[in-house]
């Protein structure tokens, strides 16, 4: 006597034990970096549309460069890139331990510009904190009544997080406040 033939093929198989794979979630936002600016824990978040990399380096990957405002730390290469390495704690005067650290976390970020295409930065942060998916509704205007450590031109919104302002940075205003003055 010959075994019953079974029925189901090996995606029926497959759809039963893995439903989840069949009857995916839609997931609705945008997805964002967040990354930990400062010593106090002052959170930013930046889209991911612009980053290109996250990476540790350690401090010899920085090449320092003479007459340079404390923002800048010097000149990084990624990727066939050279770019600059740009303290966002020292560009809006947080405080920071950037220069005891043996390795920094860095987030290569996509400038977009107008005229001469993009540029890259390396932005030089204590911690990178991971990625959330944020919809259009969650991210509100910022509240005049919650200090901001960051210049409010340079951001887009906030999101309430557990009870803390996490700062959704607007990139083409980052992109000029890292521009020098005339």
């Given at each position: 006597?010959?075994?019953?033939?079974?029925?189901?093929?090996?995606?029926?198989?497959?759809?039963?034990?893995?439903?989840?794979?069949?009857?995916?979630?839609?997931?609705?936002?945008?997805?964002?970096?967040?990354?930990?600016?400062?010593?106090?824990?002052?959170?930013?978040?930046?889209?991911?549309?612009?980053?290109?990399?996250?990476?540790?380096?350690?401090?010899?990957?920085?090449?320092?460069?003479?007459?340079?405002?404390?923002?800048?730390?010097?000149?990084?290469?990624?990727?066939?890139?050279?770019?600059?390495?740009?303290?966002?704690?020292?560009?809006?005067?947080?405080?920071?331990?950037?220069?005891?650290?043996?390795?920094?976390?860095?987030?290569?970020?996509?400038?977009?510009?107008?005229?001469?295409?993009?540029?890259?930065?390396?932005?030089?942060?204590?911690?990178?904190?991971?990625?959330?998916?944020?919809?259009?509704?969650?991210?509100?205007?910022?509240?005049?009544?919650?200090?901001?450590?960051?210049?409010?031109?340079?951001?887009?919104?906030?999101?309430?997080?557990?009870?803390q302002p996490l700062w959704v940075i607007?990139?083409?205003?980052?992109?000029?406040?890292?521009?020098?003055?005339?």
């Amino acid at each position: 006597m010959q075994p019953a033939l079974s029925t189901t093929n090996s995606r029926d198989r497959l759809q039963a034990l893995l439903p989840q794979l069949f009857d995916p979630q839609v997931l609705v936002g945008d997805r964002f970096l967040r990354l930990q600016v400062d010593r106090a824990g002052t959170t930013i978040a930046i889209t991911l549309e612009y980053i290109e990399e996250t990476k540790t380096l350690t401090g010899d990957q920085i090449t320092p460069m003479p007459n340079l405002p404390p923002h800048l730390l010097g000149l990084i290469a990624s990727k066939g890139q050279v770019f600059w390495a740009v303290s966002l704690a020292h560009l809006w005067n947080l405080e920071s331990d950037w220069q005891n650290r043996q390795q920094y976390e860095v987030a290569v970020v996509r400038l977009p510009g107008e005229t001469e295409g993009e540029n890259w930065v390396g932005l030089i942060i204590p911690k990178i904190r991971g990625t959330l998916r944020v919809s259009s509704t969650d991210l509100g205007a910022i509240d005049p009544a919650i200090a901001c450590p960051i210049p409010r031109d340079q951001l887009q919104g906030m999101i309430s997080q557990d009870d803390q302002p996490l700062w959704v940075i607007d990139i083409h205003q980052l992109r000029q406040g890292l521009e020098p003055s005339p």
